[in-house]
């Protein structure tokens, strides 16, 4: 358990600060009557206290995250619904620890896709493990991730996907934090992965006064250009009905040749390509044409041409015109490779829904022509503002702290993406010396989207499950150089950046198996370089500049 005064001024601990709260804060259920004269176009629909030990489910929990939540602690629960505009609104729940229990800290974890859903699963850890109060939104629909149809004559709502459900879920759990406790939280954090990364950069873009620490993983930022990549890289390059189509099992044949080329190129043979751009494969010798070849497990040159074209950026078709990354090397024999012919929905349903802008449920079909058009109207309209590519975050960084990361075999939205963010930060701030101090990257070998696959992908990131569920995603100790979460509350509030993250992987990716291994992260542009030892252990790495 956390220390919970850490955050209180000195002259105000113990008892007189204990009174000061009690005079001005309210009790849980008194928030469905303070709230709405603090708040306007509120309509709360529960403000009540759970026991410890709750398993949290609730008929409020939409199709994006169904799950109930075992292992609470005691928490008051406050939801909500801001109507946005006439035709929208945006539902929203705050989780706040009890005051003895509170740490002084709030925060708000991200989406997943096109989710619409308050993430009730990802805000246990924040509540039960950082003692923080925490809120969620439903990003103003209800629907899984993989479904675009929200946007369907919905202008409203698309722009409270793009921004405005999460800013004013800030603002308005933030007015819930002071009226139950009877003061503001003394600082604001952000957690989020994919669509949450997206949600937590449009923040420190458009409303950077909203929180003092933002955790953004795999970001889903370059939201435009990113749905133009999940659909070409599937319906045009890996056609189903095509002669070059590759499924998993031709994944798998061309990823252990992959790892095999390649994953001693780091100096220890574990299945984790660290450098996957030094890394070129040569996918000849699977070629059924090639001398030896085996006839069952063998390619087609069409087929070894649209493996090269997934690791390759994309380019339009038209112009030339650079659109997106490619996959990086050793993410394709991975589970969660998601090049399988079938665009993850977001993709086609931003461009039928969004920018086609039509009217009825339907079947997005375009070629790659048709893509470069359809990607110049997408970026001139931005629809539901959801692009958060603006690189000018400086007035986020003149005060707050941003800590993205990435695997390095991500499957989902190719790995490249968040480096390119970040390298277009740095030009439009004119490469400061100082960037550093208050904006790194961490890369993450061996791990697929947000978490997953070989590497060491747990180390506190957002979306942490509890230990009767496998512990996914928590640090093997709880500290800020294995804990991220931890890592941004030490460089927010104590000034001390992370200079590398140690991540731990799993016995068969349980934590109640224990630690088979664990690995430094590093900050780009460095990686985690073996230097001797025991290679389980994260002392045999030093994070160095590679070549
Ligand atoms: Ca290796």
Redesign the pocket.
């Known amino acids: 358990m956390r220390p919970t005064s850490a955050l209180l001024p000195l002259g105000l601990a113990g008892s007189t600060y204990a009174a000061a709260i009690k005079s001005t804060s309210a009790s849980c259920s008194d928030l469905w009557n303070v709230a709405p004269k603090l708040l306007s176009n509120l309509e709360v629909y529960v403000a009540q206290d759970y026991a410890a030990g709750t398993n949290f489910s609730t008929p409020y929990a939409t199709p994006a995250y169904p799950q109930a939540v075992p292992d609470m602690p005691a928490f008051c629960r406050f939801g909500a619904y801001i109507h946005t505009s006439n035709s929208s609104k945006v539902q929203f729940e705050v989780f706040l620890p009890t005051a003895d229990d509170w740490s002084g800290r709030f925060a708000v974890v991200g989406n997943g896709g096109d989710a619409g859903g308050v993430n009730f699963p990802d805000m246990w850890a924040p509540l039960k493990t950082y003692n923080m109060a925490v809120a969620s939104t439903d990003t103003g629909h209800n629907g899984t991730s993989g479904d675009g149809t929200f946007a369907l004559n919905g202008p409203e709502t698309q722009l409270d996907f793009g921004y405005r459900a999460v800013h004013l879920t800030t603002v308005y759990s933030k007015a819930i934090v002071k009226a139950y406790y009877g003061q503001a939280q003394k600082k604001s954090y952000w957690l989020g992965c994919s669509s949450g990364g997206k949600q937590g950069l449009k923040e420190t873009q458009m409303f950077p006064e909203d929180f003092d620490g933002v955790v953004a993983g795999a970001a889903a930022q370059w939201w435009t250009h990113l749905n133009a990549q999940t659909y070409r890289v599937n319906a045009i390059v890996n056609n189903v009905n095509s002669t070059g189509y590759l499924n998993t099992t031709d994944y798998q044949l061309i990823g252990d040749l992959v790892y095999k080329q390649c ?12 450098n996957p751009s030094a890394c070129q494969p040569d996918l000849q010798q699977l070629s059924c044409d090639s001398p030896g070849a085996n006839s069952t497990s063998c390619l087609n040159a069409e087929q070894i041409v649209t493996m090269y074209r997934i690791w390759s950026d994309y380019h339009k078709e038209t112009t030339g015109d650079f659109v997106f990354p490619g996959f990086m090397h050793g993410a394709e024999g991975l589970q969660g490779f998601s090049v399988n012919g079938s665009p993850y929905g977001p993709g086609p349903d931003f461009f039928e829904y969004q920018v086609l802008n039509k009217t009825e449920v339907g079947s997005f079909s375009a070629n790659a022509t048709e893509m470069d058009r359809l990607i110049d109207i997408a970026d001139a309209t931005d629809p539901g503002m959801t692009n958060a590519i603006n690189p000018n975050i400086s007035s986020f960084l003149k005060h707050g702290k941003l800590l993205t990361y990435v695997g390095l075999s991500d499957g989902l939205i190719p790995t490249g993406s968040s480096i390119w963010y970040y390298e277009q930060v740095r030009k439009a701030l004119g490469y400061p010396a100082d960037l550093n101090d208050s904006y790194r990257l961490f890369t993450m ?1 061996g791990m697929g989207h947000c978490r997953g696959g070989p590497g060491a992908f747990n180390f506190g990131g957002p979306g942490q499950r509890q230990l009767s569920l496998g512990g996914g995603s928590t640090s093997a100790t709880f500290d800020a150089k294995h804990d991220m979460v931890l890592a941004i509350i030490d460089w927010v509030e104590k000034g001390v950046a992370p200079d590398m993250i140690i991540g731990a992987k799993y016995v068969g990716d349980d934590m109640r198996n224990g630690t088979a291994f664990e690995r430094p992260h590093c900050v780009y542009p460095k990686q985690a370089t073996y230097i001797g030892g025991d290679v389980n252990s994260a002392s045999s790495f030093r994070c160095e500049n590679i070549a």
Not at 263 to 274: A, R, Y
């Open positions: 994953d001693e190129q780091d100096g220890v043979k574990d299945g984790i390509i660290t070998p």
